[in-house]
């Protein structure tokens, strides 16, 4: 989608997983809707988007990047980290 300088670009629910996952969040979540509004629905798929992301990630660190620099990277911590977030978003979203 192009716009123009004067017209803001919608944003999407994903935009906003990044910092949703930080102690951040209710600050800018606050600061955010003061300006523009989140829906309910918007703001209940925050969380199933981590969780796309997540997957995504699992499978670049236990598939892709092992492949790009070998093994050494599997116990780097990543796969670990990516798992006790999803075992995390299964216990809020479910």
């Known amino acids: ?3 123009s300088p004067s017209t803001p670009r919608k944003v999407s ?3 906003l997983t990044g910092v949703a996952s930080t102690s951040f969040w209710d600050a800018f979540a606050g ?3 003061s300006r523009r509004a989140l829906s309910e629905v918007d703001v209940a798929a925050i969380g199933w988007f981590d969780v796309i992301g997540r ?3 699992l499978r670049f660190h236990l598939y892709d990047k092992p492949l ?3 093994t050494e990277s599997v116990g780097e911590g990543w796969a670990d980290r990516e798992l006790a977030g999803l075992r995390r978003a299964a216990g ?3």
């Open 13 to 15: 629910a994903a935009d």
């Open 68 to 70: 790009i620099r070998g």
């Open 1 to 3: 989608m192009c716009t």
């Open 31 to 33: 600061g955010y809707t």
């Open 55 to 57: 997957i995504f990630n």
């Open 92 to 94: 809020e979203l479910l």
